[in-house]
Each structure stands twice: as C-alpha cells, then as structure tokens.
C-alpha cells in the first residue's frame, strides 16, 4: 500500500514538470503571430576581448576619403570603408588613424541603412614600443639575454629600474640586457587603432562611414605680389600651405579648406618635404573650387591630393595679372617719425581677383633698374571679400620723414581748451612725393584754422594730402578746439 502511494506521488511530480516545462518552451519560442525572434545579450559572447578581435577584426580597404582643414590647426575627417560582417556580434578594428585624433568626435555610420548598431567604440594608442611591450608583457613569459649572451626564460614581474624576472631558478634581476624576446601577440597595435563592437542584423559586405576630428593639421594662405616698374599694377598668386603633423599620412584625398573664425573649446589630449604638384595650366585658373558655406568660405581642391605625416604642401589658389595698385606714402604721428609704404590692390571682379580672399603674408616683390624681381617687404592681410580692397605695408621709406609737434596750448573753459599743431614732412629725394598725413583726434573736437585741406575719414581720424617737393619740406598746421 504504501509503496502504491509512493508511485502515484512520483507520477504526479513528473506531469506537472513535464506542464511547467511546455509552458516555458510555448512562452520563449512563441506561436503564429505573436512570435518574435530574440537577440543574443552581450554577456551571450564568450572569450575575452583580445579574442574576439583576434579572430573577427577586419582590415578594411580605403574605399573614400575627404579631409576639411581648418585654419585653427584642426580638420575634420571622413572615409568610407567596406567590412564583411556576420549576423550578430562583430569587432571591427580601423586602423592608421591620427595619434592626435579627439576619440570623442568619433562617428560610425551604416551608409545602407542596414540597421547596424553600435555597442562600444574604444581607442587603442599603446602602440607597440620597448616600454609598451615590456608593460603589456608584465606577468606574461618573455626571454631574455644578458650583455654577455646569457638567455633566462620567464615571468616578468617589473621593468622599472631593470627586469625582474620569475625564472624555474628563482627571481633575478637584470640591470643590462642585450636582447628580449616576446612571444607573438595578436594584440599587439603598430599604429592607433578604433575598434568598434557592432551588432548587425545581417551578413554581408556593408559599407561603413567614419567621420571624426583630429588636430595637426592646418593651413593658412600666402601671397605673392609683383609690380610693374612704375607701381600702377601688379600680378598677384594666391597660394595654400597645409602642414599635416597628424600623426598618419592621408592618400589620395578630396581636401577642402574652411575659411573664418570657428568657435572651439579647449583641444582635447590625445617640414621634412615640399611638394608643388599642379600643372601649369591649373596655377593659372587656380586648384580650388570656391563656394559660401554658412558665414564662412569654403574652398575645394578640384583634384584628388596626398597628404604624408610631417609633410607641408603648397597649392594653387589662383593667379591674376595687371591688378590695379595704388601706392601711398603714409605718415602717421602714431608710428613715430617713419612714412610707411603702403600698396592698395583692387579685389572687385572686374579688375581685381574677384575672389574672397582668406588672411595671410603677403610678399611684395619689386623690379630692380635691370628688371630683376627683388624681395620689398610683407605684410598679413585680413580675410578679404570680394569688392573690398588689399592693403599691405611693405616697410618704411628711407629718405622721407615726418615730425609732429604741438606748438600750442590754451584752457579757454572748464571744459574747453584748444591747441595747434604742427606736422613737417621732409624729402630728401630727387623726385617730388605724395604723402597722406594720419591725424587722430578724440571726444568732441572741431578744426577752427587749418593751413591745408583735409577729409575727415571717420569720428576720430582726418587725413591731409600734401605734395613734398624733391630735396625739400612741406609744413601742415591746424589748430583744433575740444570740448569734454
């Protein structure tokens, strides 16, 4: 009887397994419409990180590459690559990237729309090095050879001043050594490395973008000036210098250039060749396609273009001839006694280059009595619009001075007085001169007495044009009267 009892139990215990069991097996693969396909967890993957990407990382094939550079020393980068992906998870490693690339700028996208997602992104800069290896192999098994030959095979415990090592002797430590030998290592990197953890839905080559920024690259722009022997026009080239001190070369790159001031926080941690590689013809025309981008300009280099690590290039920006110029002696009491030399280039479309022009040096460049090109000075130009005007000073003339002195002085009210002043130019030439005199005035101020014409430029500033005769001085007085 009391074994019956014991048979029916255990029957009983068996049908009510087997019903929990049929209802854990209908709630997780579901029935006719309700059902839904379950994706593996990221705990679902086994082995350890270097693992993976040992066995599924992908080299990819640079498939396209466009680099804008900013003139604040930065440039933003983009590349398509291809990646064969499996259904699931993936490790993709995209290396050659730029040691002074920011990691948090990095974007990773599917340009099919393949519902690939992204998990994780890391940045790997423990390039492979005497301290990087000797650090990554700590508590691995290395071998080593003495200064005299003498091979000790073991765990190393520390590098730090010497190598201690956990040999089957014992511990020693070795303050010289000649040779070490490291076991091959799948994760060791030879240049900066992303790696990305992706889930794809789908097998197959797909197509990814990479976009980020890196610093160590910039660019600004140069000019070269020549004028005509009686200084009434110039041929003018605009040139573009870019320095890629990134820390990766970039080949065969669509390279635009932003002109105009960016707003940027603080950058994050993280010349050997010269290179002139347009045509002729392309020098003439210019190498870049020029467009407004927001409130700034965008230049596009109209061919593909190289661009090695520690390299500074030079490319044409545009070239035009006969540019009107117009040269002034200018003296203002501001500088001390020096006349500047200054050149005025028209940059309207009908005359001029046409272009806006970004800041740069430009270099002047004059004719000898022989007709040789000699160097006359430079200046930096401000960004340009077209329509507006260049204007340099070249340097400071030789035999013509000025000199400024108040003559007089009178408190005629609490809050008036009034003066006189005197500005003497002196040419020692032999041909007479043109010079601009560059008066500043300040408050509320009015010219009672003025012994030559002048124009008023703007609130605080009148000019005086006067013609020096050759070996000989002209002298400008105006008496002003200010209220404050």
Known sequence: ????????????VIVVLSIAFSVATYNTSGNGDNEQSVQPSVASTSGSFEDLMEMTAIENTNNDLQLTIYSGNFALVKEKREAQLEEGYNYIRYSDVPTRIEPSSVILED??????????????????????????????????????????TGTLLSYRDGLILQTAEGVISLSETSRIEYPDSGDLLTSPTLIW??????????????????????????YVIKTDADETTADIEGWVNIDNNAGTSFEDATIKLMAGDINRQSAQKAYDSMAYEVSAEEAAAGSFDRESFSEYHMYTLNHQSSLQDKQSKQISLFSKDNVPVE????????????????????????????????????????????????????DRIDHT????????????????????????YERIGTNRYRNTNTITISNYKETTEDVVIVERLYGDWEITESSHPYTKQDANTIEFKVEVPAKGDVEVTYTSLYNY
Do not use: C, H
């Open 111 to 152: 340009t099919g729309d393949n519902g690939i997602s992204v998990i994780e992104q890391t940045y790997r800069y423990d390039v492979a090095s005497k301290s990087g290896l000797l650090e990554t192999y700590t508590g691995r098994e290395i071998t080593v050879y003495d200064a005299d030959g003498k091979q000790y």
């Open 385 to 408: 619009p077209v329509g507006d005007n260049i204007r340099l000073t070249a340097g400071y003339a030789f035999d013509i001075t000025g000199e400024r002195k108040q003559v007089d």
């Open 197 to 222: 953890q992706l889930y794809s839905p789908i097998s197959g080559n797909v197509e990814m973008l990479t976009s980020y920024l890196t610093n160590g690259i910039g660019w600004d722009a140069s």
């Open 1 to 12: 009887m009391k074994q019956n009892k014991m048979l029916l139990y255990a029957l009983l």
């Open 327 to 378: 040269k002034e002696l200018v003296y203002d009491s501001w500088g001390g006694d020096r006349i500047s030399i200054s050149f005025t280039l028209d940059n309207s479309e009908e005359e001029g280059p046409g272009v806006a022009l970004p800041a740069g040096v430009a270099k002047l460049y004059q004719p000898d009595s022989e007709g040789q090109l000699q160097f006359a000075g430079e």
